[in-house]
């Protein structure tokens, strides 16, 4: 690609500089996540004390033991694995049928309710808030995990979207071949659509399953009772009342973000189509 | 029965969940804010219509200062700042990540990392590293021999404009630019998204530049931005529409009230405490519609300024 010596020259001192820079740029973005790692092993005497140092010394592993003692870890995990899996559940049925009806069935209005599920995605959650919280308390489901469950079964925009686009990308031929054999569209979308889908749902899945663990807002809002506190919103309850003690916070912090970095690692490929396909959303 | 009319069947079956979520938990809500936002409504009682007074007050409030009109300039400061520093950023460390370096995937990953720890972890974290007395950054700061930053948690004086550009002790920045660097912290989405688009430029485009003589940096500018720019503007839609809906961060390092000295309270903050603190339904919803209508209209303003700057 290069095609002179001059151009060589003048390249390789541009060259490093953007290697400099872009070494120094990653630090950057590293440094809050490894200093998060190294305060949760200090103890609160170094985190306190001057000189400021790095490493931890004595390694205080302790920390994450008090800080799981310190609020009621087990119950929170298990309400947040019933949130998460309760609305990936939610998600791929309600999503993966209307993908598959966007996607491959002719039938009136279709374009119509298609144009209408883009426009929600751009509405902001401000506007429908209060209205949709009243709703729900009227359905009986204030104060339960089902509040934030439930509504993962009426449907999600941006997944839908998600896996229209990949439905798209089956050939039709197999499609109208199932059907002059006499299945049923349910069957089609199980036997055929489903299992081509699998890279796709499991995406979806993903990013659902990541942000139940997230949620914090939805928790603040239908929720009252420590007793069903994800741990999300668990996990705040704790910070605001051991605010000074930083160590704790480090550990808990780390606790929290460790399953979702190590999913992360074992499926970046399923991450990276998400934003690929729906942007932002992640 | 013929094959048409069971793809009607089907497809008004299989779309019925997401139709019912539709009706009862978008348009419905959608409907009945706005009826809400002619009423007095505190939840307990019956909505009762009181015309536009709702509006008449949101207005009066703009006008004399209060503070809607002061959540709305936090807001504005927030999406502005964020939209511009993850434009500026994302490119940037993008087309730095697209360099033919040793280590390249190990640095990408850790620059999108960020991006998957989650808000409430990253909030307690950010509030420790920029903790006025305490935190990494001032601690960088003081060692570099530069003044110290208010940040979270910090005095009143943090409650930019009323200390715009620099108080005394040298200090510039506050709570919101705190949230500013958080957001631009967890960009790793759209690095992803640039690093795909500099990956789709077509490599003749640079080796036509270089055969004309062009530096890195003249490249940079000519070929890899306007290549890029239908990418930025997507981040800009997506990053107003985001930030102005932003909560749970702002929520956490303000003590969902929006400290220090009201420095941190947002319109979502606002309207959020309004709706559910004081249980002024009325008055919430007129916001909400206003937010809704300006969102709207900057929205539209961005799409038709567009198609002066963005490449086809």
């Known amino acids: 690609m290069k095609s002179n010596a001059m151009n060589d020259n003048h390249e390789t001192s541009s060259n490093i ?7 120094l740029a990653t630090a950057l973005f590293a440094i809050p996540l490894v200093w998060m790692v190294l305060t949760s092993l200090k103890t609160p005497e170094q985190i306190a004390n001057a000189p400021y140092s790095w490493w931890p010394s004595p390694l205080r592993w302790e920390n994450y033991r008090e800080a799981v003692s310190a609020m009621p870890f087990l119950r929170y ?10 609305s990936v559940a939610g998600t791929l049925f309600s999503c993966t049928l209307a993908a598959y009806a966007f996607a ?9 309710l298609f144009a209408v599920l883009i426009a929600t995605m751009l509405l902001p959650w401000q506007v429908t808030m209060a209205p949709r919280f009243l709703l729900i308390r009227e359905l009986g489901l204030y104060d339960s995990l089902g509040a934030l469950i439930a509504p993962t079964f009426l449907g999600n925009a941006f997944y839908i979207f998600l896996l229209r686009q990949f439905f798209l990308t089956i050939p039709q031929d197999m499609i109208e071949a199932a059907r002059m054999d006499g299945a049923s569209e349910l069957g089609i979308l199980w036997r055929i659509a489903l299992p081509l889908a699998r890279p796709a749902l499991a995406t979806v899945a993903l990013l659902q399953f990541v942000a139940a663990w997230n949620n914090y807002g939805g928790p603040l809002l239908y929720l009252n009772d420590p007793q069903h506190f994800p741990l999300a919103y668990g996990l705040e309850r704790f910070v605001s009342s051991h605010s000074t003690q930083t160590h704790l916070l480090m550990a808990a912090a780390v606790l929290f973000t460790l399953p979702i970095v190590a999913a992360f690692f074992l499926a970046q490929r399923l991450f990276l189509r998400g934003i690929a396909t729906t942007g932002l959303k992640g | 029965m013929s094959l048409k009319r069971q793809e009607l069947i089907a497809g008004l079956t299989m779309t019925g969940p997401w139709v019912l979520g539709l009706l009862t938990l ?11 936002s002619f009423c007095e409504y505190d939840l307990l009682g019956q909505p009762r219509w009181v015309g536009g007074s709702n509006y008449a007050r949101l207005a009066r409030d703009i006008s004399t200062g209060g503070q809607f009109w002061q959540a709305l300039g936090n807001t504005a400061y927030y999406a502005v700042a964020s939209v511009l520093l993850s434009v500026l950023v994302g490119v940037s460390l993008a087309t730095l990540l697209s360099q033919t370096i040793r280590g390249r995937t190990l640095m990408r990953t850790l620059c999108f990392l960020p991006a998957v720890v989650p808000t409430v972890a990253a909030a307690v974290l950010w509030m420790w590293l920029l ?5 990494l950054v001032n601690k960088a700061l003081t060692t570099l021999e530069l003044p110290a930053q208010n940040w979270f948690r910090g005095t009143s004086a943090a409650a930019w404009p009323t200390s715009w550009p620099t108080d005394a002790g040298g200090r510039v920045f506050g709570s919101k630019d705190g949230l500013v660097l958080m957001s631009v912290w967890g960009i790793g989405n759209l690095l992803v998204i640039y690093l795909a688009a500099i990956g789709d430029v077509p490599r003749a ?3 036509a530049a270089e055969i004309d003589g062009a530096s890195p940096w003249r490249k940079f500018l000519h070929v890899t931005l306007p290549m890029l720019t239908p990418v930025i503007f997507f981040n800009v839609v997506m990053g107003l529409i985001q930030s102005v809906q932003a909560f749970t961060d702002v929520y956490l390092v303000s003590d969902g009230q929006g400290d220090p000295a009201g420095a941190t309270m947002t319109v979502s903050l606002y309207l959020f405490l309004t709706a559910f603190k004081d249980l002024d339904m009325g008055y919430a919803s007129a916001m909400a519609w206003l937010l809704f209508v300006i969102v709207a ?9 567009s198609r002066k700057w963005v490449h086809q």
């Not at chain 2, 978008?26 to 809400?36: D, E, G, Q, R, V």
């Not at chain 2, 209209?297 to 300024?305: E, H, I, K, S």
């Open chain 1, 17 to 23: 500089a953007g290697k400099v820079l872009v070494v």
């Open chain 1, 77 to 86: 995990l298990v309400n947040t694995l019933v949130l998460c899996l309760g």
């Open chain 1, 104 to 112: 491959r069935l002719r039938f009136p209005g279709r374009n119509l």
């Open chain 2, 26 to 36: 978008t348009l419905y809500p959608f409907a009945a804010s706005l009826w809400w």
């Open chain 2, 131 to 135: 903790d006025p007395q305490a935190g």
């Open chain 2, 205 to 207: 485009l640079y080796e």
């Open chain 2, 297 to 305: 209209m900057a929205t539209w303003w961005l799409f038709r300024t």
